[in-house]
């Protein structure tokens, strides 16, 4: 079983970083996701470890988004984090920002899980620069490799104009 810091340590540390409703939202989205799988591939002894992995795989993406994956390890050794946990998130930075590579199947999932949502989203395989838009985002595809997206963007798009309303 792997060792973890505590769910509530790590909630701390990423609203330390984090203050905006869509990325806190987004860590708690993947963080369930990687609880599920984690119990679905037969790792529940490890769930909460996987758990804290997706609640804090982004931790330095608001702050520092430049070096996403880059800064990330300092701020979780200073948060108490091992370096098995500090593996596993940066990992999803690799062969992009970083050369971590993933040594676990759940250390990649989330690359995967976008992937496919936006697979779904175009029914067929994309190229890159095409756009989708969903739930107030534009999505678009910024690389492929492989016919496999390698990186999606994400823009939020702005509020309807309510002019012109019947009173």
């Not at 091992?82 to 990992?91: K, N, Q, T």
């Not at 175009?122 to 492989?146: A, C, K, N, W």
Request: charged letters at 30%; glycine letters at 8%; aromatic letters at 10%.
């Amino acid at each position: 079983m792997k060792q973890t810091m505590e769910r509530q340590a790590a909630w701390e540390l990423l609203r330390k970083y984090n203050q905006d409703h869509f990325h806190l939202q987004h860590a708690l989205t993947v963080e369930g996701v990687m609880r599920w799988y984690a119990q679905e591939l037969g790792y529940g002894e490890d769930v909460d470890f996987w758990g804290n992995v997706g609640l804090l795989h982004d931790i330095d993406f608001e702050q520092y988004p430049d070096q996403h994956c880059i800064k990330a390890p300092e701020l979780l050794k200073e948060g108490g984090a091992d370096d098995d946990l500090i593996h596993a998130v940066c990992s999803h930075g690799y062969g992009i920002t970083v050369d971590i590579e993933p040594e676990h199947e759940d250390e990649d999932l989330e690359y995967k899980l976008m992937g496919e949502w936006a697979y779904e989203q175009f029914d067929r395989i994309p190229r890159e620069r095409e756009s989708f838009e969903y739930e107030g985002l534009q999505v678009t595809v910024s690389e492929m490799h492989q016919n496999r997206i390698v990186k999606l963007v994400c823009r939020v798009l702005p509020e309807p104009e309510k002019g012109g309303e019947a009173k």
